[in-house]
C-alpha cells in the first residue's frame, strides 16, 4: 500500500463537502425585467457625444448622469485618458 499524504490522512480527500449550492436565484429571460431604483429610462437609439479631455473626474461622471437623465441610451466619451473612477456607481443600462 502506497503510503498517505499529510492531506490524506487529515481525511480531506473524503470529506463531504456540503453547505454550499449552486440555486437559481433568477432567470436570464427575466433580464429586461431587472431595474434598478433611480434608473434612468433610455432610448438605446438616442446618442451623445461629449470630449472628457478638460474635464474632471467628477465632472464627466456628472455628465454621463445628465445624459443619462435626458434620455440617451448610448453614450460616446472622447479621449477619457487612463483616469481611474470614471463611470463608478452608474447602475443604469446604456452603450
Not at 59 to 77: A, D, V
Request: glycine share 10%.
Amino acid at each position: 500500500m502506497a503510503t498517505a499524504t499529510k492531506s490524506e490522512m487529515m481525511g480531506l480527500h473524503s470529506e463531504q463537502l456540503a453547505g454550499r449550492t449552486q440555486q437559481l436565484f433568477f432567470s436570464a429571460e427575466e433580464g429586461e425585467n431587472f431595474t434598478y431604483p433611480g434608473a434612468f429610462e433610455v432610448d438605446f437609439a438616442k446618442a451623445a457625444e461629449f470630449d472628457a479631455a478638460p474635464l474632471s473626474i467628477r465632472e464627466i461622471n456628472l455628465k454621463l448622469r445628465e445624459l443619462m437623465s435626458q434620455g440617451f441610451g448610448s453614450i460616446t466619451m472622447r479621449n477619457p485618458g487612463a483616469r481611474p473612477g470614471i463611470a463608478v456607481g452608474i447602475l443604469n443600462r446604456s452603450t
